[in-house]
């Protein structure tokens, strides 16, 4: 049986949950979630639990029950407490900015790029080279934060660019000069 897929879900204090057909939502003050499980998955709410079986032990099961279990994992965390991914920019000049919600990212190129967060998602900058997105759905959150990160990677030889931040970047020596 699935490791994963077998623990129960724990509902927090302040969260509701319904479930409806193949469509569970959760819900709090920060926000709401919603999204249609596969119909072959049974989910079912006892006191402040959630919990996910499944049909048989085919293959296809197997697969899609540690799929829901940690897709509504998710969303009753999102809810509660919510993510975050922070990302760091590094180089001499490079800036980030905030406008409005937007934000503009300044990485060496001819001109500013202006990135627009979805529904749901927000831009916080703590530092001057830190960019915070944050919000309650995790795919969201980091599609958004690796659409960032692709404006600018790292490079392997000055370390440039803008990364996560823990992200380590391989460094590779530069050209080496003969002597004769």
């Known amino acids: 049986m699935s490791r994963i897929g077998k623990k129960p879900i724990e509902i927090p204090n302040g969260v509701?949950?319904?479930?409806?057909?193949?469509?569970?939502?959760?819900?709090?003050?920060?926000?709401?979630?919603?999204?249609?499980?596969?119909?072959?998955?049974?989910?079912?709410?006892?006191?402040?639990?959630?919990?996910?079986?499944?049909?048989?032990?085919?293959?296809?099961?197997?697969?899609?029950?540690?799929?829901?279990?940690?897709m509504i994992a998710n969303m009753v965390e999102g809810v509660s407490k919510g993510f975050s991914k922070t990302l760091e920019i590094e180089g001499v000049g490079y800036s980030a900015e905030l406008k409005g919600n937007s934000v503009e990212i300044n990485v060496g190129m001819?001109?500013?790029?202006?990135?627009?967060?979805?529904?749901?998602?927000?831009?916080?900058?703590?530092?001057?080279?830190?960019?915070?997105?944050?919000?309650?759905?995790?795919?969201?959150v980091g599609q958004i934060a690796a659409k960032i990160r692709s404006i600018k990677p790292s490079e392997p030889y000055k370390g440039k660019g803008i990364r996560y931040v823990g992200e380590h970047v391989r460094r590779k020596a530069g050209k080496k000069v003969g002597v004769k």
């Open 16 to 70: 509701n949950v319904t479930i409806k057909d193949c469509t569970i939502s959760v819900k709090s003050p920060k926000g709401e979630l919603t999204w249609d499980f596969p119909a072959d998955m049974n989910v079912q709410m006892a006191e402040n639990q959630i919990l996910v079986t499944r049909p048989s032990d085919s293959r296809g099961h197997r697969a899609l029950h540690g799929l829901t279990r940690m």
């Open 110 to 140: 001819s001109h500013s790029i202006l990135v627009t967060p979805p529904d749901g998602v927000s831009f916080e900058i703590p530092k001057a080279l830190n960019v915070t997105v944050k919000g309650i759905d995790k795919q969201k």
